[in-house]
């Protein structure tokens, strides 16, 4: 038995960076000015939030500091661009987006759906890629918006934001959303050279803590106000800024350009994946085979008729952390929304495994886990009423 | 702290009678559409002990699955199939301290699976019965004879009695009125 967790869930959130602590602590203590106040101690707040938004600009690959807004977490960043263009065109009714979404998105578009507007849901083919054509057959006059993510928090699938929005801005004149919250510190962004109008962030996900985000709105794009009070934030999100939060998300973004960890995170992740796709009977990866389809750290194998909850409870009491598609809980008992699109079969689903790694992962800790892992599948295949056929 | 609650947790990490029971004598598979969990009983049975004298299983479901079929197997090995018949599903939450509503189905899952098991033994005793004698109970495999012979020996009056005695009128309670003509015949005869 291990003391110490190993985490293998940072896309669910991921451990505060000490670098980031550090910056963002002397605003829990002894700087704690608010950012409009006229005086100095206010202005060297003022100081501090404008070095973030510039932190955060520059690992967007955004033209000015102005495009980034604060607010308090993806989802608010996912909410208030959708809801922020559609209040703005309100004679557009057709909103474009996928059926593997984050529920930030899914289920808002299925809210406005229900409330008039048209939701046109693309289709992912069984690796989870997205058809252009089909984006394009979509699109229409009255298209408002249309709204993807760059990477997929269940499967890491890409989706390709730069040719999406080429698509969208040839054909239609309809505003593109990004939700990047999955993909921000793993893989480069360069929203200067995409044609992408919103896209949204989320500090816990890049080691700053849970309770900042962040909404790009490309120069000049309108957005209505998603919070009104005063003028922070240029008047479009109103409410005093939280300084430590602010500074931590810009510090998050700043260790993320300077120390790429991706190279690292890939080849623990692809050591993991390859292992246990060769080792143990009747896995499957779910997600784009080709790994440069994929984000560098996340590998969802399912293991065929088993339980995916049993695998993550046997996995927990060896002090490893995962996720799985399928919780058993009170208010659901359907398997991924993202994995049935993909049209995985439910007996596959039932047993997916997400693992996703991050920069403080080791090869000792991918070496552990592969070595508990084979005998905790093999325990609980002895227990399934299906392994017989499993070996036949 | 464990994943789950520590009893079920217990149960979950060491199952007891993982497995099938080879040649068995009964088999109740049952299956949740609202979760796709499966359940596979099987039992060895003493036919003339109207016991079951093992019980295996294997599933495919939550932790709290596995927790519930491991301590229905425990629970119903060694116990008479009469009332085995009878049990209910706190007689496996119970032993948890209950559990939450959400899971409650895995403790009906067991039930269901431990019913079809105990159906599908009394069919295949239905077939194979070749007697002369009028089979009252079919779902316990008792003639009329075996009644008889329960009541005069031990002077039983009440159909519970006869129940309890021979198990006839244990299982769907069709045959307790052609128990209690019985009955009533034989004490008539004695009067």
Same mark, same amino acid.
């Given at each position: 038995?291990?003391?110490?967790?190993?985490?293998?869930?940072?896309?669910?959130?991921?451990?505060?960076?000490?670098?980031?602590?550090?910056?963002?602590?002397? =605003?829990?203590?002894?700087?704690?000015?608010?950012?409009?106040?006229?005086?100095?101690?206010?202005?060297?707040?003022?100081?501090?939030?404008? $070095?973030?938004?510039?932190?955060?600009?520059? #690992?967007?690959?955004?033209?000015?500091?102005?495009?980034?807004?604060?607010?308090?977490? !993806?989802?608010?960043?996912? +909410?208030?661009?959708?809801?922020?263009?559609?209040?703005?065109?309100?004679?557009?009714?057709?909103?474009?987006?996928?059926?593997?979404?984050?529920? *930030?998105?899914?289920?808002?578009? *299925?809210?406005?759906?229900?409330?008039? =507007?048209?939701?046109?849901?693309?289709?992912?083919?069984?690796? !989870?890629?997205?058809?252009?054509?089909?984006?394009?057959?979509?699109?229409?006059?009255?298209? #408002?918006?249309?709204?993807?993510?760059?990477?997929?928090?269940?499967?890491?699938?890409?989706?390709?934001?730069?040719?999406?929005?080429?698509?969208?801005?040839?054909?239609?004149?309809?505003?593109?959303? %990004?939700?990047?919250?999955?993909?921000?510190g793993k893989i480069p962004i360069r929203l200067r050279e995409w044609e992408v109008d919103l896209f949204a962030v989320s500090g816990h996900k890049l080691h700053a803590p849970k309770g900042v985000g962040a909404l790009y709105v490309r120069e000049g794009g309108r957005l209505a106000p998603f919070l009104v009070g005063g003028g922070q934030e240029r008047g479009r999100r109103a409410g005093t800024e939280a300084v430590p939060y602010v500074v931590a998300l810009g510090r998050a973004c700043e260790l993320a350009q300077e120390s790429d960890a991706s190279p690292l995170i890939r080849s623990l992740r692809d050591k993991l994946e390859d292992a246990i796709l060769d080792s143990i009977p009747c896995v499957r990866l779910n997600g784009a085979r080709d790994r440069a389809r994929r984000l560098p750290n996340t590998a969802n194998i399912s293991f065929e008729n088993l339980e995916g909850e049993n695998i993550l409870a046997r996995l927990d009491a060896a002090r490893i952390c995962v996720s799985t598609g399928s919780a058993c809980n009170a208010e659901t008992h359907e398997p991924s929304a993202v994995l049935a699109a993909m049209n995985v079969p439910y007996s596959v689903a039932r047993g997916s495994i997400r693992f996703s790694l991050g920069r403080y992962n080791t090869e000792s800790e991918v070496d552990y886990t592969l070595s508990v892992l084979p005998e905790i599948i093999n325990t609980l295949a002895g227990m399934s009423p299906f392994e017989a056929e499993q070996k036949g | 702290?464990?994943?789950?609650?520590?009893?079920?947790?217990? $149960?979950?990490?060491?199952?007891? +009678?993982?497995?099938? %029971?080879?040649?068995?004598?009964?088999?109740?598979? *049952?299956?949740?559409?609202?979760?796709?969990?499966?359940?596979?009983?099987?039992?060895?049975?003493?036919? *003339?002990?109207?016991?079951?004298?093992? #019980?295996?299983?294997?599933?495919?479901?939550?932790? =709290?699955?596995?927790?519930?079929?491991?301590?229905?197997?425990?629970?119903?090995?060694?116990?008479?199939?009469?009332?085995?018949?009878?049990?209910?599903?706190?007689?496996?939450?119970?032993?948890?301290?209950?559990?939450?509503?959400?899971?409650? $189905?895995?403790?009906?899952?067991?039930?269901?699976?431990?019913?079809?098991?105990?159906?599908?033994?009394?069919?295949?005793?239905?077939?194979?019965?070749?007697?002369?004698?009028?089979?009252?109970?079919?779902?316990?495999?008792?003639?009329?004879?075996?009644?008889?012979?329960?009541i005069r020996t031990h002077a039983l009056r009440t159909v519970k009695e006869v129940t309890k005695a021979c198990n006839a009128g244990a299982g769907c309670g069709s045959c307790r009125p052609l128990i209690e003509d019985i009955l009533d015949d034989h004490w008539r005869e004695m009067s």
């Open positions: 038995m291990r003391d110490e967790i190993v985490y293998l869930d940072n896309n669910a959130t991921t451990r505060v960076a000490p670098e980031v602590f550090g910056a963002m602590r002397p =605003y829990l203590a002894e700087a704690y000015g608010n950012p409009s106040s006229a005086h100095t101690f206010g202005r060297e707040m003022r100081r501090s939030v404008e $070095h973030a938004r510039e932190q955060v600009a520059e #690992a967007l690959g955004a033209s000015d500091a102005n495009e980034i807004i604060f607010t308090s977490c !993806g989802t608010e960043s996912d +909410n208030w661009a959708i809801r922020g263009v559609l209040e703005e065109r309100p004679a557009m009714r057709h909103i474009v987006t996928t059926r593997v979404e984050h529920e *930030a998105v899914r289920n808002l578009c *299925a809210r406005l759906e229900r409330s008039g =507007y048209e939701v046109t849901w693309l289709e992912v083919d069984e690796e !989870g890629l997205l058809d252009l054509e089909s984006l394009r057959a979509a699109l229409r006059p009255d298209t #408002a918006l249309v709204s993807c993510m760059l990477a997929n928090n269940e499967t890491g699938v890409l989706f390709p934001v730069e040719e999406i929005g080429r698509v969208v801005r040839e054909n239609s004149d309809a505003l593109f959303h %990004v939700d990047g919250v999955q993909a921000v | 702290m464990s994943f789950y609650p520590g009893p079920v947790q217990q $149960h979950f990490d060491h199952p007891r +009678n993982v497995g099938d %029971v080879e040649g068995a004598d009964a088999l109740g598979e *049952a299956g949740s559409l609202k979760c796709g969990a499966l359940l596979r009983l099987t039992l060895r049975i003493d036919a *003339a002990g109207q016991t079951i004298t093992d #019980a295996r299983f294997k599933a495919l479901g939550c932790g =709290y699955l596995i927790a519930c079929a491991s301590v229905l197997t425990e629970t119903i090995k060694e116990l008479p199939l009469a009332r085995s018949a009878l049990l209910n599903e706190s007689a496996i939450t119970d032993w948890f301290g209950g559990v939450p509503p959400e899971r409650g $189905h895995c403790a009906e899952l067991c039930r269901e699976a431990l019913r079809l098991a105990l159906a599908d033994y009394h069919n295949a005793r239905q077939e194979e019965w070749t007697g002369e004698e009028a089979l009252i109970c079919t779902c316990f495999g008792v003639s009329e004879q075996s009644i008889e012979r329960a």
